[in-house]
């Protein structure tokens, strides 16, 4: 427990300086958190969930295109599957437009010969004053 109450509070100090540093420069930052993965009403099928949320106080408003990749192999072969490769994707496009922090939830359906290993949230600002995010979440499916 002490070591991870350690672990947890490094991280806190480095969020603090990089919220400091990203200030200093102008621009905002997102965060995301709370990815969950369960299993939907067909085998194939996995529903998501997650949040977004601007790291900035008083940032203003943050928009863009978010994008779930999920990565995995099919054989031997390393694959990044986004949400327009995805079989009956819900919804197929993910938009980003808030002030202080946004949910998002949908389906995919992963193919059978597909071995997922993680999914990966990227964030395309729509402005140059906020940062591109990247966050890869490891592929756990949560029992209901």
Known sequence: LKQAQ??????????????RLVQTGGRGAIQVYDMHLSPGSKPSEVLYSFTITQLIQGF???????NLTVEGMRGDQRLSLDLSDLPAADPRVLTADFEHFQNFQ???????DFVPQSIVVNIKPSSHLLLATS??????????
């Open 6 to 19: 350690n672990a947890r509070l490094e991280l806190d100090r480095e969020l603090t300086y990089l919220k």
């Open 60 to 66: 203003g408003r943050s928009a863009g295109g978010v």
């Open 106 to 112: 949908g389906s995919i359906e992963i193919p059978s």
């Open 135 to 144: 966050v890869t979440f490891p592929w756990e499916l949560s029992t209901p």
